[in-house]
């Protein structure tokens, strides 16, 4: 069981940096798998990247593959998601998803139970 809570969005400049993160709670989280998915406007949710337990294996989208890295701190109970060189169109609303087990694919939104409200980037050009 676990509660996500997302923070770290606001506006940035084409080229610029944010760095997002999801505070979760639960004894058990460093056994879940945590996620990134973001949606835009008129847009489908997508996913963006996934990270298994703190040595495990990372996933990307290969929209953001080389910009951006998820990484994870499980003694404070968080998931964090750097973004570099920021494109206009990485605008979206950016949210936190956890799994403990699933079968599917880890970028198959419908895989995880668990999400967070999200968080706003907006990034201008």
């Known amino acids: 069981q676990v509660q996500l809570v997302e923070s770290g969005g606001g506006l940035v400049q084409a080229g610029g940096s944010l760095r997002l993160s999801c505070v979760a709670s639960?004894?058990?989280?460093?056994?879940?798998?945590m996620a990134w998915f973001r949606q835009a406007p008129g847009k489908e949710r997508e996913f963006v990247a996934a990270?298994?337990?703190?040595?495990?294996?990372?996933y990307y989208a290969d929209s953001v593959k080389g910009r951006f890295t998820i990484s994870r701190d499980n003694a404070k109970n968080t998931v964090y998601l750097q973004m570099n060189s920021l494109k206009p169109e990485d605008t979206a609303v950016y949210y936190c998803a956890a799994v403990e087990y699933t079968s599917g694919s880890l970028s198959n939104q419908a895989e995880y139970p668990h999400w967070g409200q999200g968080t706003q980037v907006t990034v201008s050009s």
């Open positions: 990270k298994t337990w703190s040595k495990g294996s990372t």
């Open positions: 639960g004894r058990t989280f460093s056994s879940y798998t």
